[in-house]
């Protein structure tokens, strides 16, 4: 019999990895949602996806990156954390998270195991989570300092998350070709947010270069050679409509950064603030 676990917020009996619509708080699909199985139906749901929810949602199913599905799923089954292994895994692609009409976006690099894998929503559940929500609070973006779990309460005003990435990949290294296939959701996610975009922050350079691609996909004019990815490095990216938009590289908030100073509050502080510029 599949094993059921209670939610840490609502309590529900979920199975790992949850399936859609089965009451995960927030789950943006249901078991009517198209499942991409291959790079080609990534690149046709994401292009036909008429809205922020519908493409959330078609994320949020997503199985073409065979390597990815199975250690998402096996992770959630069981792989889980000795702390956590009470409670259900999300085991599912991450989707992006916050304020569907915002002019900002942060863009980050793939979910961790343990982190956006069991809980559903990007950055939380993992120290580099907890660095990021708490400057997101000071900074205005977050109704509160800590992201826990789906159903907390917790809300973003002015930005949305997402990342290059969606599956949590063994190791945190998507492969090119792992990367390349995700990219068409990306691609998307900027696009349907360009009307209103003003800004986007990248977090560490993975972020950036797989945000400079999706953007010269889209037919921005992005500058050549590359612009080097740098922590506070801006580049303005020149749309198709004539409007421009600044692109802001931010070290990314790992352990690896952040325990040893080489990215401090002070400086997420900084670049969240000048997002709002
Ligand atoms: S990494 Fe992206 S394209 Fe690959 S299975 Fe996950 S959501 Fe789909």
Known sequence: MERLDPHPVTGTPLPSPAPPGAGWPGDPADDTTPVATTAA????????????????????????????????????????????????????????FGDPDAPALLVGLAPAANGTNRTGRMFTGDSSGDFLWAALHRTGFAAQPTSVAAGDGQALTGLRIVAAVRCAPPENKPTPTERATCSAWLQRDLELAAPRLRSILCLGAIGWDATLAAARALGWDVPRPKPRF?????????????RTVRLVGCYHVSPHN?????????????VLLGLRA
Do not use: K, N
């Not at 139906?41 to 994320?59: F, H, N, P, W």
């Not at 740098?230 to 004539?242: I, K, Q, S």
């Open 258 to 270: 952040t325990f040893t100073g080489r990215l401090t509050p002070a400086m997420l502080d900084e």
């Open 41 to 96: 139906q990534v690149r046709r749901l994401a292009s036909t996806a008429s809205s922020v929810d519908e493409l959330q949602a078609r994320i949020s199913v997503c199985r073409a990156c065979a390597r990815l599905v199975r250690w998402r799923e096996d992770v959630a089954r069981s792989g889980r954390r000795a702390s956590f292994a009470d409670q259900p895994y999300w085991g599912r692609p991450g989707p992006s």
């Open 230 to 242: 740098g922590h506070g490095v801006e580049v303005a990216l020149g749309r198709p409509d004539g």
